[in-house]
């Protein structure tokens, strides 16, 4: 882990991407109900409200033990995500 600067910066993107991806999705499938895709959007940006505010804590005691947990986190929950995404029919 580089930095902090560089985990905030990968959560953008991850949970960003998942996000252009249920757009996508949308734009793709007009004609299909949006509920569940809607939940997956407001999913990601609660995983990235979330995250963010663990990155955010100030009484941590070992600094690089929580932010490698924390990236985990992200990689657990973004394939959860993604697993959503490909179920939508």
């Known amino acids: 882990m580089a930095n ?4 905030k910066k990968d959560i953008n993107y991850v949970l960003g991407d998942i996000i252009e991806a249920v757009y996508l999705w949308e734009l793709t499938n007009p004609g299909k109900e ?12 609660d995983v990235f409200d979330e995250l963010i505010t663990k990155i955010n804590l100030k009484n941590i005691e070992n600094y690089k033990q929580h932010f490698k947990a924390i990236n ?11 697993d959503k995404i490909n179920a939508l029919s």
């Open 4 to 7: 902090i600067r560089n985990l």
């Open 34 to 45: 949006t509920k569940k895709s809607e939940a997956i959007i407001d999913e990601a940006i």
């Open 72 to 82: 985990q986190e992200l990689e657990e929950k973004g394939r959860k995500l993604i």
